[in-house]
Nanobody
Framework: QVQLVQSGGGLVQAGGSLRLSCAAS????????MAWFRQAPGKDREFVAA????????YYADSVKGRFTISRDNFKNTVYLQMSSLKPEDTAVYYC????????????????WGQGTQVTVSS
């Protein structure tokens, strides 16, 4: 497993932007596909975005497509989630996750998780 430490998040008004970061350690970062999930109060954790080993391919949930951007820096062992045009329905705890090689949409496929960070979007 790889250790993941998240930073960023907070409170923002609707229409604003935030960037989340997730720093990895313990294993070769470039061997891990990375993803972001989120969990809103009273709801199941859901897929947000994922990125392949080199960052060549990215995948997004329909609800965030065109507003969120996932990226990674393999020299800094960090994955990012840039969130723009935020909506109140984006309010959730956001988690980064890692799995070897190929990204997947299912959270059960990931064996390393960050600690979670709260994102609150006010209307």
């Amino acid at each position: 497993q790889v250790q993941l430490v998240q930073s960023g998040g907070g409170l923002v008004q609707a229409g604003g932007s935030l960037r989340l970061s997730c720093a990895a350690s313990g294993r070769t970062f470039s061997n891990y596909a990375m993803a972001w999930f989120r969990q809103a109060p009273g709801k199941d954790r859901e897929f947000v975005a994922a990125i392949t080993l080199t960052g060549t391919n990215t995948y997004y949930a329909d609800s965030v497509k065109g507003r969120f951007t996932i990226s990674r820096d393999n020299f800094k062992n960090t994955v990012y989630l840039q969130m723009s045009s935020l909506k109140p329905e984006d309010t959730a705890v956001y988690y980064c996750a890692a799995r070897p090689f190929r990204p997947e949409y299912q959270q059960s496929a990931y064996d390393s998780w960050g600690q979670g960070t709260q994102v609150t979007v006010s209307s």
